[in-house]
């Protein structure tokens, strides 16, 4: 399975105008369980994020998500994609470009179509597509500090 998008990365000439740094279709996709397949778009090591320079994070090898740091990723999951559930310690926003996809909490799920949008706020979750085409979702995640609930820390897990 390919995810089939154009990146467009701008920034600045050596006289500071603006200017288009990258534009191609996005070919760093990976897979790290079966059924899931994903690119990173644009990552940052620190918040507030530091435009300068024009250097391409998004080959860098990287976790779910960065400490202090934020990530942009598309993800497709395919029908039946493989079970991971898990928290991260980040606030994400998350939009569905294509297909449906059910997103599995600890005692409810929400179904989700393309054009739906999500805040996920450090909770457990796991993503389950049982349609029968892939679902794309395009993830910003952004460092948060892990959730605390009556005084117990949830930790990020998964």
Not at 5 to 33: P, Y
Not at 46 to 67: C, F, Q, V, Y
């Amino acid at each position: 399975m390919s995810i089939d998008v154009r990146r467009v990365v701008t920034g600045h000439d050596a006289q500071g105008r603006a200017c288009v740094l990258i534009d191609e279709k996005v070919t760093n996709v990976t897979s790290h369980r079966p059924g899931a397949h994903y690119s990173v778009i644009w990552s940052t090591d620190t918040l507030p994020a530091n435009n300068d320079g024009n250097e391409d994070p998004s080959g860098k090898a990287i976790g779910t998500t960065i400490p202090g740091g934020s990530v942009f990723r598309i993800v497709s999951f395919a029908p039946g994609v493989a079970p991971r559930n898990h928290r991260t310690d980040s606030i994400d926003y998350a939009v569905v470009m294509a297909g449906e996809i059910d997103m599995v909490l600890d005692d409810e799920t929400v179904h989700l179509r393309a054009g739906d949008v999500l805040v996920q706020r450090g909770t457990i979750h796991n993503w389950v597509n049982n349609g029968t085409e892939p679902c794309v979702i395009a993830f910003a995640l952004i460092a948060a500090k892990p959730v605390t609930v009556a005084g117990k820390t949830l930790p990020a897990q998964g």
